[in-house]
C-alpha cells in the first residue's frame, strides 16, 4: 500500500496537480455565471472531475511527447519519466484513465458538455506538439484553458447561448502572457533544440512587451465581461486586485533577472484565477 501511494504522489507531483489553480476557478465562473448564483451541488461535483482529469490527462500526455526534450534539458531532466521514476506505460495508464474519467464526468452533465468533450480533450493534447513548429504555441495553451469558462457554462446551462466570449479571450490572453515569460527559462535551450516559441524565437526582450501586452488585453476583456453580464460593482475589486497582480508580476521579472519567475508564474497567477472567481461569487450573492 505504501508503494502505491508514493506512486501516486510521484504522479501527481509530475503533472503538478496543485496547478489545477489555474484553470478550475474560471471553470467555476462560468458555471456561476450561467446560474447567475451558486450551481447545484452534482453539476459543481461532476464540473471539477472533469476539470481535473482533463488537465490530468492534458499533462501526461505532456510529460510523455516531451520526455526526450525534458531528458536533455538541464532544467527538466529530473522530471519522473526521464529520471526513470514512472515508467512510459504508467504514464500512458494515467492518461487513459484520466480520459475515460473526463469523458464519463462529461455524460454525468448534459449531452453538450459530452458532445464537445472530445473537442476539448484533443486542443489540451495538441499543445503539447506545437512547440515543434510555432512560436503561437503560448496562443494554443491559451485556447485550451480558454475553454474553462466555457465548460463551466455549459455544465449549468446545456448550451453555449449567451456565453460572454470576452471572458474566454481573456483567459486566453492572460495565459498567453504568463506562458510567454515563463518560456524564457528555455530560451536558449529551446533554440538550440529547434523548438519554438516566442523568448526562442524572438528573443526575451521582446517577449515580455508582448506578454505585457497580452495582459494589458486580457484586462480589458475582464472588465468587458463585468460589463456584459451586468454584475455588481463589487466585481470591480477582483478586477482591482487582478490588475494589481497583473502589474506586480511584471515588475518582480525582468528579461535580464529570471530569479522571481515562480513567484510571477505560479503564485500570482493562481491568485489572480481565484480572485476572479470569488469576485464573481461575491458579485452575484450581492446582486441576488
Avoid at 176 to 181: H, K, L, M, Q
Avoid at 194 to 220: D, E, K, N
Avoid at 238 to 264: E, K, M, N, T, W
Amino acid at each position: 500500500m505504501r508503494r502505491i501511494w508514493l506512486k501516486l504522489k510521484i504522479l501527481l507531483e509530475m503533472i503538478k496537480f496543485e496547478h489545477s489553480v489555474f484553470a478550475l476557478p474560471f471553470a467555476l465562473m462560468g458555471a456561476f455565471l450561467a446560474q447567475r448564483g451558486t450551481p447545484a451541488l452534482a453539476v459543481l461535483f461532476w464540473l471539477v472531475v472533469a476539470m481535473v482529469s482533463a488537465r490530468t490527462a492534458a499533462m501526461g500526455f505532456n510529460r510523455i511527447v516531451d520526455r526526450k526534450f525534458d531528458a536533455v534539458n538541464p532544467r527538466t531532466a529530473d522530471r519522473a519519466i526521464p529520471a526513470g521514476a514512472v515508467r512510459l506505460g504508467e504514464a500512458w495508464a494515467m492518461v487513459l484513465l484520466a480520459a475515460a474519467i473526463f469523458f464519463f464526468s462529461c455524460a454525468m452533465l448534459n449531452p453538450l458538455a459530452l458532445m464537445i468533450s472530445p473537442l476539448a480533450l484533443a486542443l489540451t493534447f495538441i499543445y503539447s506538439l506545437t512547440k515543434r513548429f510555432t512560436w503561437l504555441c503560448h496562443l494554443v495553451l491559451g485556447m485550451a484553458l480558454a475553454l474553462s469558462p466555457l465548460g463551466g457554462w455549459v455544465a449549468v446551462a446545456g448550451s453555449m447561448d449567451g456565453f460572454p466570449w470576452l471572458l474566454s479571450l481573456g483567459v486566453l490572453l492572460w495565459v498567453a502572457g504568463f506562458d510567454t515569460v515563463y518560456a524564457c527559462l528555455d530560451a536558449e535551450f529551446d533554440r538550440d533544440a529547434g523548438l519554438y516559441s516566442l523568448p526562442a524565437c524572438f528573443g526575451a526582450r521582446t517577449a515580455f512587451r508582448l506578454a505585457i501586452l497580452f495582459h494589458f488585453l486580457a484586462f480589458l476583456c475582464f472588465v468587458g465581461t463585468w460589463w456584459l453580464m451586468a454584475l455588481h460593482y463589487t466585481f470591480g475589486l477582483g478586477l482591482l486586485i487582478s490588475a494589481v497582480a497583473l502589474f506586480y508580476q511584471h515588475l518582480v521579472v525582468a528579461p535580464g533577472d529570471l530569479a522571481r519567475i515562480r513567484l510571477s508564474f505560479f503564485t500570482l497567477n493562481g491568485l489572480i484565477s481565484l480572485v476572479m472567481f470569488a469576485a464573481t461569487w461575491l458579485a452575484l450573492a450581492v446582486k441576488g
